[in-house]
């Protein structure tokens, strides 16, 4: 079992940014692949980012690309999420989650935090 636990988000304007951490419970953190989903309002859960066990393998959604960025820190349990530039449509509850598996499908993933609010005001 993991138990994930999002902070960070927050209200912004166009063109600034944010870093959202998630932090772990357990001793198998390193273990496990780690993603960060977003949802918007009345629309479904979309992959943003996702990292391997040992930090040495990122994939990001096409829309954050040069933008955002995936790392971990094992030692604490926690992985980060740095959004730069960001842009209003990225507004969302982002969602860290935890598998065995890597991979960009939500339904993928096993465990799941309670999310954090980003607003990105134009």
């Known amino acids: 079992q993991v138990q994930l636990v999002e902070s960070g988000g927050g209200l912004v304007q166009a063109g600034g940014s944010l870093r959202l951490s998630c932090a772990a419970s357990?001793?198998?953190?390193?273990?496990?692949?780690m993603g960060w989903f977003r949802q918007a309002p009345g629309k479904e859960r979309d992959f943003v980012a996702a990292?391997?066990?040992?930090?040495?393998?990122?994939d990001y959604a096409d829309s954050v690309e040069g933008r955002f960025t995936i790392s971990r820190e094992n030692a604490k349990n926690t992985v980060y999420l740095q959004m730069n530039s960001l842009k209003p449509e990225d507004t969302a509850v982002y969602y860290c989650?935890?598998?065995?598996?890597?991979?960009?499908?939500?339904?993928?993933?096993?465990?799941w935090g309670q999310g954090t609010q980003v607003t990105v005001s134009s």
């Open positions: 989650a935890a598998d065995r598996n890597y991979g960009r499908s939500p339904y993928g993933y096993d465990y």
């Open positions: 357990g001793r198998t953190f390193s273990t496990y692949v």
């Open positions: 990292i391997n066990w040992s930090g040495g393998r990122t």
